[in-house]
């Protein structure tokens, strides 16, 4: 069982930065795949940022454009994701997932065993 915890989130102006930060409860956090997705009112749930269990290879939603980094530190069983050049467009609720020893289809959010309660983010413009 793991608990995720999602913080970081709040008001930023068109341009600004944020660090979401996901702290996981539990052992074995370095064995699941973690990732960000979000929601804006009225869309579907999205995949934005994830990061390999093994080897730390990431992906990204394409309209990430390299604006927005993931990290891990498993010492501290927690995840990243450093938003830069936020843009309106942004605003939403940005959730942390876990999949256990995911190697695959690491896009899809079905893939994901535990989620995190979201943490709002909104850009102003």
């Known amino acids: 069982q793991v608990q995720l915890v999602e913080s970081g989130g709040g008001l930023v102006q068109a341009g600004g930065s944020l660090r979401l930060s996901c702290a996981a409860s539990?052992?074995?956090?370095?064995?699941?795949?973690m990732g960000w997705f979000r929601q804006a009112p009225g869309k579907e749930r999205e995949f934005v940022a994830t990061?390999?269990?093994?080897?730390?290879?990431?992906y990204y939603a394409d309209f990430v454009k390299g604006r927005f980094t993931i990290s891990r530190d498993n010492a501290k069983n927690t995840v990243y994701l450093q938003m830069n050049s936020l843009a309106p467009e942004d605003t939403a609720v940005y959730y942390c997932?876990?999949?256990?020893?995911?190697?695959?289809?690491?896009?899809?959010?079905?893939?994901?065993?535990?989620w995190g309660p979201g943490t709002q983010v909104t850009v102003s413009s």
């Open positions: 990061i390999v269990w093994t080897g730390g290879r990431t």
């Open positions: 997932a876990a999949a256990y020893q995911a190697m695959i289809t690491v896009r899809d959010r079905n893939r994901y065993d535990y």
């Open positions: 539990g052992r074995s956090f370095s064995s699941y795949t």
